[in-house]
T-cell receptor, first 111, second 109 residues
Framework: AQTIHQWPVAEIKAVGSPLSLGCTIK??????LYWYWQATGGTLQQLFY??????VESVVQLNLSASRPKDDQFILSTEKLLLSHSGFYLC??????????FGPGTRLTVL | GQQVQQSPASLVLQEGENAELQCNFS?????MQWFYQRPGGSLVSLFY???GTKHSGRLTSTTVIKERRSSLHISSSQTTDSGTYLC???????????FGDGTVLTVKP
């Protein structure tokens, strides 16, 4: 069975500090991977997707970047956090770009 | 305009009543999913239903492509059904899910 993990569970960071959020998928080779973001009370938005190692496509510009260093790993990062980056970050995977399965999420508070 | 519109925005029921949640979309679609969002934010996949009707326990999802709508029916609601229900569609071939704003369901005992 496939499992998806995200880390950390929650973060409190200062404006201007760097950020790195991680996501790993176990039990599935070559999955499509996605990052989503939801502001408090807002709508979920897809940020990035990747269909293979080393290739990441940006969907929404939020001064964030993503990388896929390994087949089962997806990283979301920025060198300088903004207040507007606060929210809930979800990683998802798909075997076929149709049905998507979500991780438990990371709650980020930027102060 | 918004590609995916959910209605109602919120719904309050007495336990045992049925609920009908709607999702209307303005584009073609390759996939349609319904999710339950837990209070902590994580998503539980309820249905992958790009067309037709699917059942799972007390839940039924129906998607009618030519009418550009999908619905989620909850029968005999329970207090544990309370939460936010989201529909999401993809009209690309890249898995770019576009989410609706959700329906917040409250079931009172």
């Amino acid at each position: 069975a496939q499992t998806i993990h995200q880390w950390p569970v929650a973060e409190i960071k200062a404006v201007g500090s760097p950020l790195s959020l991680g996501c790993t998928i176990k039990g599935k080779s070559s999955p499509n991977l996605y990052w989503y973001w939801q502001a408090t009370g807002g709508t979920l938005q897809q940020l990035f997707y990747s269909i293979t190692v080393g290739q990441v496509e940006s969907v929404v510009q939020l001064n964030l970047s993503a990388s896929r260093p390994k087949d089962d790993q997806f990283i979301l990062s920025t060198e300088k956090l903004l207040l507007s980056h606060s929210g809930f970050y979800l990683c998802a995977w798909s075997p076929d770009s149709l049905r998507q399965f979500f991780g438990p999420g990371t709650r980020l508070t930027v102060l | 305009g918004q590609q995916v519109q959910q209605s109602p925005a919120s719904l309050v029921l007495q336990e045992g009543e049925n609920a009908e949640l709607q999702c209307n979309f303005s584009t073609s679609l390759n996939s349609m999913q319904w999710f339950y969002q837990r209070p902590g934010g994580s998503l539980v996949s309820l249905f992958y239903n790009p067309s037709g009707t699917k059942h799972s326990g007390r839940l039924t999802s129906t998607t009618v492509i030519k009418e550009r709508r999908s619905s989620l029916h909850i029968s005999s609601s329970q207090t544990t059904d309370s939460g936010t229900y989201l529909c999401a569609l993809d009209n690309t071939n890249t898995g770019k899910l576009t989410f609706g704003d959700g329906t917040v369901l409250t079931v009172k005992p």
